[in-house]
């Protein structure tokens, strides 16, 4: 299933034999990710040995999505735009004084992600963020990041509500390794 490229180029039946789901499921799936610009079908395959209909390619699209990543260090918020394969298509910065306080580095982290959005060619899937320190992964709040003084902090939830979009965040070790 997995084509020159490193994406998925296949067929239904293919995708259901590597999945172990079965053909009506994939067949589901498939029609709402054609729905949502993911997939799209790419002509006829081969028929097999035993005969029967050609099977109908299906790519993935992905320039469908753009996602953003931002990276707090101790005294830069980094920010890369990229495409669902990961190829980064802009990258933006602004450097702090690591005593700025919670607001201001929450305001600088919106400046780079908003410096990012600028620069979208395609719809926003997500955003990603790295911080240093202790961080829930599964609510994005930030218990305690002391280079940056974040504590305490519901980092994912404000920049949820403020860029309406789903945000990841997670300590800047685990999410590089």
Request: include cysteine; proline fraction near 5%; charged fraction near 20%.
């Amino acid at each position: 299933i997995e084509g020159k490229t490193g994406v998925i180029d296949g067929f239904r039946a293919a995708l259901a034999n590597e999945t172990g789901l079965a053909k009506p499921t994939i067949s589901d799936l498939v029609v709402d990710l054609i729905h949502e610009g993911l997939l799209v079908e790419g002509g006829r395959g081969e028929s097999t040995d035993s005969g029967g209909k050609r099977p109908t390619i299906l790519r993935f699209v992905p320039d469908a999505h753009q996602i953003i990543g931002v990276s707090v260090e101790s005294h830069r918020v980094t920010g890369v735009l990229s495409n669902l394969e990961g190829k980064i298509t802009a990258q933006h910065y602004i450097e702090f004084e690591p005593d700025g306080g919670i607001t201001d580095l929450v305001a600088l982290m919106r400046g780079v992600i908003n410096g990012m959005i600028a620069q979208l060619e395609a719809p926003l899937l997500c955003i990603g963020v790295g911080v240093p320190g202790a961080v829930d992964t599964t609510t994005g709040f930030v218990r305690h990041s002391p280079y940056v003084q974040l504590n305490r902090l519901a980092l994912g939830e404000i920049l949820t509500t403020y860029y309406q979009k789903p945000v990841y965040v997670g300590n800047n070790g685990e999410l590089s390794a």
